[in-house]
């Protein structure tokens, strides 16, 4: 059964930096493409970024150039820094695989706050 950690979240201010993490259990990790999402409350889950097989990456067009997502294969984590954070950017972010439908099981999140 696949089981996502994650973790680093935090309340930050305007213009600062967090990096999230993501440990991944129960699938065959280096096969799979890997993907941050963030939701709002009442809101959809939204695609923020993914990384594939080869460093093939993807963005979603508001966090290009301030977001950079990387992946240790022989840790089983994908990782999320987060620069010039913006009140715009505050949800709580998941981690799934990437580049193909995402699992049902999700995990808990990660809660980013921006705010001053």
């Known amino acids: 059964q696949v089981r996502f950690v994650e973790a680093g979240g935090g309340l930050v201010e305007p213009g600062g930096s967090l990096r999230l993490s993501c440990t991944v259990s129960?699938?065959?990790?280096?096969?799979?493409?890997m993907a941050w999402y963030r939701q709002v409350p009442g809101t959809q889950r939204e695609l923020v970024a993914e990384?594939?097989?080869?460093?093939?990456?993807n963005y979603k067009d508001s966090v290009k150039g301030r977001f950079t997502i990387s992946r240790d294969d022989d840790k089983n984590t994908v990782y999320l820094q987060m620069n010039n954070l913006q009140p715009r950017d505050t949800a709580v972010y998941y981690c799934?695989?990437?580049?193909?439908?995402?699992?049902?099981?999700w995990g808990q999140g990660t809660q980013v706050t921006v705010s001053s």
């Open positions: 799934n695989v990437g580049f193909t439908t995402p699992f049902h099981s």
């Open positions: 129960g699938i065959n990790f280096r096969i799979y493409g």
């Open positions: 990384i594939g097989l080869y460093d093939r990456i």
